[in-house]
């Protein structure tokens, strides 16, 4: 059933319609005049527009629809309301029926035109019709909305293997009081996934506080994290709350917990444990209700077994790890990122920016030791420093090529994946073909002793941008 706007100057037209569309189940609203319905699809949203076609006044039936189907009558933002995700379908009336009226409603968007006199069931039944075209619509545009959602999850984005993974723990573990650890090199988005695990989790309407532990001395670490008494130490002229306190109820999370001497380390365990915290000279423990995220780019097992990290710290923070891959491991989700900071970088420059698919391959080609925080700093820089609407690869800082895959020495001793090492060094030689011939697929193909069908299928598999040839060069039959 619908909410529908009724919109007719005869009261006798306006008290039918109201009758027959409550009996049918709908909801309809009546009003009397275009202006008056502007208004009212001004302040909420509406499923389906009746008007009439011939009304006094300036604003007739073409005349809302034109409003309707033109975005005019969308609720604003800056008013705080919502606007609709589609507009309301538009069915028109008229006593005057002409070939060229009806041409005109269909033109410009109406679902239908129907000619007075009408019965019941011939109105219930366009009705009905335009009804199901808009949920059909409003499906397809969940549907799409569901896809592109999985390649993002608050301000994180990735549509490999590995950040699906890391979304789909995060959609489960976002509510719970567990612990997280956070693994990852610098630069990969430690901070983001623990943000995302607060903002999507029963915590969010709470505070949400970091702190970066390998940023601070260690004598004031503590008081940082646990806070201090007035006179507890040279300076301290006031009562100061710990973050602990400052995220009661919230998220605490500590960046770089690797960096933290063991003698705090201890400390921060009893607080873990006993979920209560002791602030440096006082001499009773304040409880807290803290859900704390630890993020390291250290291998922590490592460090317990060297001794430089508690064995039991560490087991309470990793309750639950979160393995954030670089970006070299994802090189799929590159295009994804670059096309997110360049509309980033060019809003602040009221421009609109792309990669050339040249420069777009020197960028898959990258190793990226940075990771993500590398692409954005390479963005930032070839957006100041470039005019125009693309960015071609004499804008991009000098990228090195990955070097030849060696085997290792000694095998792993946790194994390694086969098929993920042997993608990068396909990667690594189809882009470098790509690039030497210029982007043009059948010479790449002939670089690598390939057929140009099998370098499609290749490109198709390692998720690359497919280049540009020149049509002459495209092989007839393969």
């Known amino acids: 059933m619908g909410k ?33 319905a502007l208004d009212k699809l001004r302040d909420e949203p509406f ?70 006199p009408f019965n019941v069931d011939e109105i219930n039944a366009v009705i009905e019709r335009a009804l199901e075209k808009r949920a059909l619509v409003e499906e397809n545009l969940a549907l799409r909305d569901r896809i592109a959602g999985r390649a993002r999850l608050g301000n994180l984005l990735g549509k490999s293997k590995g950040m699906q993974n890391v979304f789909e723990l995060i959609g489960k573990i976002h509510s719970a009081r567990t612990s997280v650890l956070i693994t990852g090199e610098s630069g990969t988005g430690k901070e983001l996934v623990a943000r995302a695990l607060h903002t999507e989790g029963s915590r969010s309407k709470q505070s949400f506080v970091a702190i970066n532990c390998g940023a601070i001395p260690d004598e004031l670490l503590e008081s940082e994290l646990f806070g201090h008494t007035k006179g507890s130490f040279t300076g301290a002229i006031a009562d100061k709350p710990g973050l602990f306190q400052q995220a009661d109820g919230g998220t605490l999370l500590l960046d770089e917990i690797g960096e933290m001497s063991t003698g705090l380390q201890v400390k921060l365990l009893r607080a873990l444990q006993e979920r209560k915290v002791k602030p440096v000279g006082a001499t009773e423990e304040v409880e807290v209700d803290v859900r ?7 291998d922590l ?3 317990v077994s060297r001794g430089a990290f508690r064995a039991d710290l560490y087991y309470r923070l990793a309750v639950i790890e979160i393995r954030i891959p670089p970006l070299r491991h994802r090189r799929e989700d590159i295009p994804l990122l670059a096309e997110h900071f360049l509309r980033r970088f060019g809003a602040e420059q009221d421009r609109t920016l792309r990669l050339t698919a040249e420069a777009m391959r020197k960028l898959q080609s990258h190793d990226f030791p940075g990771n ?24 991009l ?3 090195k090529q990955p070097p030849p895959a060696e085997v290792p020495s000694e095998f792993p001793s946790d194994g390694i994946d086969l098929d993920r090492v042997l993608a990068d060094v396909e990667r690594g030689w189809v882009l470098r073909a790509l690039e030497l011939s210029g982007g043009v697929r059948k010479r790449a193909a002939v670089l690598l ?3 140009f069908r099998s370098l499609r299928y290749r490109l198709d598999k390692l998720g690359l941008e497919k280049g540009t040839d020149d049509p002459t060069d495209e092989p007839a039959g393969d």
């Open 292 to 298: 704390v995220i630890a993020a390291t780019n250290r």
């Open 397 to 399: 800082p000098e990228v």
């Open 47 to 116: 499923d389906l527009v009746l008007t009439d076609l011939k009304m006094p006044g300036d604003l007739d039936g073409l005349g809302i629809l034109k409003a309707i189907k033109g975005g005019g009558v969308r609720r604003a933002e800056r008013h705080g309301l919502t606007p609709a995700p589609i507009d309301p379908e538009v069915i028109l009336m008229t006593a005057f029926a002409s070939t060229e009226t009806a041409l005109a409603a269909m033109k410009h968007g109406a679902y239908d035109y129907l000619t007075k």
């Open 449 to 451: 002793g390939i057929s």
């Open 301 to 303: 097992p490592t460090e």
């Open 372 to 395: 993500v925080r590398e692409l954005e700093n390479m963005l930032e820089r070839a957006v100041a420093l470039s005019s125009g609407h693309m960015i071609g690869v004499t804008d």
């Open 4 to 36: 529908i706007l009724v919109v007719d100057d005869e009261q006798s037209m306006r008290e039918f319609l109201a009758i027959c569309l409550r009996r049918a189940g709908h909801q309809p609203t009546i009003v009397q005049s275009g202006r008056a």
